[in-house]
């Protein structure tokens, strides 16, 4: 662990540093992970009236599951599958972000004026798991808040329920932008919150130190920033322009 991550201000933080000792983040990469995500996700969301029964027993979004810029992030308790979320990275007009077909009139500007942005969706956890360890959730969105740091994000993105914001306006200092709206495929609103990382991270480690990470972690995860920026950007500049969208 990180010579950084060797003491807290709180019990709580205490608890969960000594939890984080038998925590492990991984992409999923095979498609027998991928598959085992796309199954967490579907249980969760169903056991939460999120969706309706599919016969498939996967939620799965090929656009952005699929796209040169996400990441589909398991984290293992025990070296057992405890819970997941997708990250998806947007650095300019053409990124494919889960939030453009919600929220386009929040996220295009910010995408315009160059901003880098760090998106973290379908955040799932085992029942089980849940109900035994009330950290599960902090660990589950640790890999996002590590990506938003690796990719030196301008601004993180998440699309909470209404009973939700609370949370990640303490943990994360998100301000919710905009009233809950229809979200597809799922039966519930989602607000949209967006934090200005840079701004955000000293305040955020300085209460939870659990989020603070090494280099070698974070490129275990993501690989070096620079290759994996630069894929994402030509793909990027192969798809049309919110303009051509427009007029097409």
Not at 126 to 134: G, M, N, T
Request: proline content about 5%.
């Amino acid at each position: 662990m990180d010579a950084r991550i060797v003491s807290s201000p709180t019990r709580f933080s205490d608890r969960v540093l000594r939890f984080l000792e038998r925590v492990e983040h991984r992409v999923a990469r095979s498609g027998s992970e991928r598959e085992a995500a796309f199954r967490l996700r579907y249980d969760a969301y169903l056991r939460n009236g999120l969706l309706a029964p599919r016969a498939d027993g996967q939620l799965y979004d090929q656009r952005y599951d699929d796209a040169p810029n996400a990441w589909i992030t398991m984290t293992f308790i025990d070296g057992e599958l405890a819970g997941t979320t997708r990250v998806n990275l947007g650095a300019d007009e053409n990124a494919i972000l889960p939030s453009l077909s919600v929220y386009p009139d929040l996220i295009e500007p910010q995408l315009r004026e160059g901003r880098v942005i760090v998106e973290f969706t379908r955040l799932a956890a085992r029942l089980d798991f849940s109900s035994a360890y009330p950290e599960l959730a902090y660990m589950i969105m640790r890999p996002a808040y590590l990506a938003a740091e690796h990719f030196d994000a301008e601004i993180a993105i998440a699309s909470p329920r209404a009973e939700h914001v609370a949370f990640y306006r303490r943990v994360f200092r998100g301000v919710q932008w905009c009233e809950p709206r229809d979200y597809p495929g799922l039966t519930a609103k989602f607000a949209c919150m967006g934090a200005d990382f840079r701004a955000m991270q000293h305040g955020i480690e300085a209460r939870y130190p659990f989020y603070r990470s090494t280099t070698a972690e974070r490129e275990a995860l993501f690989g070096a920033f620079g290759a994996v920026a630069d894929a994402a950007s030509s793909a990027a500049r192969a798809r049309p322009s919110f303009e051509t969208l427009a007029t097409a």
